[in-house]
């Protein structure tokens, strides 16, 4: 356009004849042109550069834009998987859940029957407890007991070995003369054979036999807590008599009550301790085969035994 308008000026001065002040118009308008030509081809320019520009920025965007893509594509296909793993871990723990809400149920009762097991044993285990103390209290009741009862026992012994001696010292002069004095089961046993005390086929006591007696009477007087059982024993040979003795037996008690008549002729034994009783041949000491044996089998014993009312008395607090 600018170079037709420079054409068109120069064809219009070289065919036309015109004023200087025409011309100076001419020039004026040509240069405000020119200067607007350069004016608009720098805006060109300008706009040339910026749309350069703006291409740029469009292929920055556009290949940004791409690469946002693929990253979105990129993390919508984890986003999937990672909803899929979501998903099937949500399943899993719904399960879990279900099967640990059945689990806390079998737990609460488990814990429930062990807890009642553990009351039980609990429970039992105090009634063995209070067993054991009740049993301990009786065991020590019962040690007590034993204890008293030895005592009585301890001093029973020494009252029965007190008077075997005080026996045995009243009738020395009669050992190996007939009579032997021995303890055996708690009880002190004074036999005199009939060759001390009787005749043959007699029940009245001899002269020496009654010195004896008398002496061991003394004995039983100073002891008021001795019992005194008198038996009589004879041999096997039958006794055939004519008058109200007939046999052993009756033989047997009119030895043993006559020894009785002699002990008691002495004032201080109370005849309430003493007790006469006939054994006949039934309790022989040995063999009735020899004159000598059947000898050791006549005899009379004089059985001494303590008085056991406390120790009787003890064994019924027992019961």
Not at 170 to 199: I, Q
Not at 207 to 216: M, R, W
């Amino acid at each position: 356009m600018k170079k037709l308008l420079i054409l068109a000026l120069a064809g219009f001065l070289g065919t036309s004849c015109v004023s200087t002040k025409v011309h100076k118009t001419l020039q004026d308008k040509y240069d405000l042109l020119n200067n607007e030509a350069d004016q608009l081809r720098q805006k060109s320019e300008s706009r040339a550069a910026e749309n350069t520009e703006l291409q740029r920025t469009l292929t920055e965007a556009r290949r940004d834009n791409k690469t946002l893509v693929a990253d979105t594509t990129t993390k919508f296909d984890e986003l999937r998987v990672l909803q899929t793993k979501y998903d099937r871990l949500s399943k899993q723990y719904d399960y879990l859940l279900d099967n640990n809400s059945s689990l806390i149920a079998a737990s609460a009762r488990e814990n429930k029957a062990l807890m009642d097991q553990l009351s039980s044993l609990q429970n039992r285990l105090q009634a063995k407890e209070d067993s054991l103390n009740t049993e301990r209290l009786l065991l020590e009741k019962g040690k007590r007991r034993v204890d008293e009862l030895e005592g009585v026992i301890r001093r029973k012994d020494s009252t029965v070995a007190f008077v075997r001696q005080k026996v045995a010292d009243a009738l020395l002069g009669f050992n190996g003369k007939g009579l032997t004095v021995n303890m055996r089961d708690g009880k002190v046993y004074v036999s005199l054979e009939n060759s001390l005390l009787f005749a043959p086929g007699s029940w009245d006591v001899a002269p020496k036999g009654q010195v004896a007696l008398e002496n061991l009477a003394r004995v039983l007087a100073e002891n008021n807590d001795i019992t005194v059982l008198v038996e009589g024993h004879t041999d096997n040979d039958p006794y055939r008599g004519q008058s109200q003795v007939r046999d052993n037996w009756d033989l047997s008690v009119m030895r043993a009550t006559n020894v009785v008549k002699i002990l008691t002729t002495n004032q201080g034994l109370n005849p309430e301790r003493i007790t006469a009783a006939g054994r006949g041949e039934f309790i022989p000491l040995v063999e009735n085969d020899t004159p000598e044996n059947k000898a050791i089998n006549r005899r009379t014993e004089i059985i001494l035994t303590p008085d056991l009312t406390e120790l009787a008395n003890l064994l019924e607090g027992g019961n």
